[in-house]
């Protein structure tokens, strides 16, 4: 039945009604064309010709060193690689709301690309999508900060004439945070914004500070870290009070610039933390002392990359 072809229909009835007539189906076995029979044996013959000439050639010169084979391709083991120049691209952190501009400098290397023009694109594009991401991060905050204080404005007051004492305090209180609310400003609702918006950016790599620092063991094998200076960095994250707008919105964009420049590397945050920690050290710390220049470096953030293409098996031992 897989050869045979139905030359009459199958159906001996209408959809709509019977005919009347009854139609006899007639079934046949199909017979393939000649000529694209050959064809198709002609065109297989000559496919399988080209891989066993292929596999002849290769088992021909297998003899030769492989040394002369990079030399006829144009490569040399014994000769140095050229060591490229990086190079630099630069932007300035200008987000639109200008409350939160410092004259931040961003800067990135890289040895991959041609130019530092080429450079400053790339920085300039990533920067430009995260800036924007982050300001309606900030506003949306802001407008959490305002409705949490309009809530607490109309909130019914509860009178118990048996607590009086207790009464006064909380009417006290609520005059207190009455009279806050009106003095804080537009410029006060931004900066809470953006210390809740910083702590909750670089909370990852506050924890990270804090592990590393727990234990000299815990640092990465071979390198050392200043433990003082991870516990530093922890604490002016998680206690942001106090510092300038512009310098938390910088630090915050610094990382997702750098996740959004090496997205690889959000697959292993510590390594991420362990750049960031060292781009902040270069940078002076979290200190606030003006403008600063946060430097980030394209080859150490795709590293991992390159790793991964040398030994991409993480089962076995790597000497």
């Excluded at 229909?9 to 007639?26: C, E, Q, V, Y």
């Excluded at 891989?51 to 030769?64: A, G, Y």
């Excluded at 220049?293 to 000497?319: A, E």
Aim: hydrophobic share 40%; proline share 4%; charged share 25%.
């Amino acid at each position: 039945q897989l050869m045979q072809h139905c030359i009459y229909p199958r159906f001996g009835f209408s959809l709509f009604g019977d005919f009347g007539a009854k139609i006899n189906m007639k079934c046949a076995y199909m017979r393939p064309s000649t000529t694209w029979v050959l064809l198709a044996l002609v065109l297989l013959a000559g496919v399988c010709l080209a891989q066993v000439t292929r596999l002849m050639l290769q088992w021909c010169f297998w003899d030769k060193p492989r040394a002369e084979k990079k030399k006829l391709a144009g490569g040399d083991s014994n000769k140095p690689r050229e060591v490229k120049a990086p190079q630099v691209g630069h932007i300035t952190v200008l987000p639109k709301e200008t409350s939160l501009r410092g004259d931040h400098l961003f800067e990135l290397q890289s040895t991959a690309l041609s130019s530092g023009e080429e450079v400053g694109w790339w920085l300039g594009q990533h920067a430009t999508a995260q800036t924007s991401i982050l300001e309606k991060q900030v506003k949306a905050e802001v407008s959490a900060i305002r409705a949490l204080r309009a809530r607490r404005g109309h909130a019914p007051k509860m009178v118990d004439d048996k607590a009086g004492s207790e009464n006064e305090e909380e009417s006290e209180d609520a005059s207190q945070e009455g009279q806050d609310s009106e003095v804080s400003t537009e410029e006060t609702d931004l900066a809470k914004a953006m210390q809740v918006v910083h702590r909750r950016t670089l909370e990852g790599f506050a924890a990270w500070c804090l592990y590393v620092s727990g234990s000299a063991f815990r640092a990465p094998r071979g390198r050392k870290l200043d433990l003082e200076a991870l516990r530093e960095i922890a604490h002016q994250i998680e206690e942001n009070q106090g510092r300038p707008a512009d310098k938390l919105f910088a630090e915050a964009l610094l990382l997702r610039v750098m996740e959004s420049l090496g997205e690889q590397m959000l697959q292993c945050p510590e390594r991420l933390s362990y750049l960031l920690f060292h781009i902040f050290q270069e940078a002076g710390g979290l200190y606030d002392i003006g403008p600063t220049t946060f430097s980030i470096d394209m080859d150490k953030l795709h590293d991992g990359l390159v790793q991964m293409n040398i030994h991409s098996n993480p089962y076995t031992r790597q000497k």
